[in-house]
């Protein structure tokens, strides 16, 4: 995992491997790690290496092109490591335009109520709207 900033007494991560998607579905009880496995699919795939390399140079790059090329996919963690919130963001944790940022707690649960503040300490730190009305999908 990848430290991206503190939100109060918590602190958010960016999940990186397959192994942390896995993970974090096991600890909260959803989906996030199809998801990660499908969109590191998809940038894999879509990766071209670079004209005129030599063959066994052509994945030196592939590695920070997924990481630029994927969702964002965060884990919000207290000091004794429990998850309590999972975001998939947009590449970069940059807006794009046609990108809908999801924000869950465990069982897919809305973890604004008890989350509102970490989750808008990672909105300021990355410059990304992360409203409740946009980001939390199975509103009533």
């Not at 005129?52 to 030196?60: L, V």
């Not at 897919?108 to 008890?114: E, G, K």
């Not at 509102?116 to 990304?128: D, E, S, V, W, Y």
Request: some cysteine; charged content about 25%.
């Amino acid at each position: 995992m990848r430290y991206i900033c503190d939100a109060g007494a918590m602190t958010w991560f960016q999940l990186e491997t397959e192994a942390e998607a896995q993970g974090e579905s096991q600890l909260m009880d959803h989906a996030v790690e199809r998801y990660f496995r499908e969109a590191y699919e998809k940038a894999q795939r879509s990766y071209v290496p670079p004209a005129g390399g030599r063959f066994i140079e052509q994945n030196i790059g592939l590695k920070d092109y997924i990481r630029k090329t994927m969702p964002m996919f965060v884990t919000l963690r207290d000091n004794d490591g429990k998850a309590h919130v999972t975001g998939m963001l947009p590449p970069s944790g940059k807006p794009q335009p046609g990108f809908r940022a999801i924000i869950v707690g465990p069982s897919n649960s809305d973890p604004y109520p008890a989350f509102a503040a970490a989750i808008a300490a990672l909105a300021r730190h990355l410059g990304l709207p992360l409203e409740r009305v946009d980001c939390y999908p199975y509103q009533r």
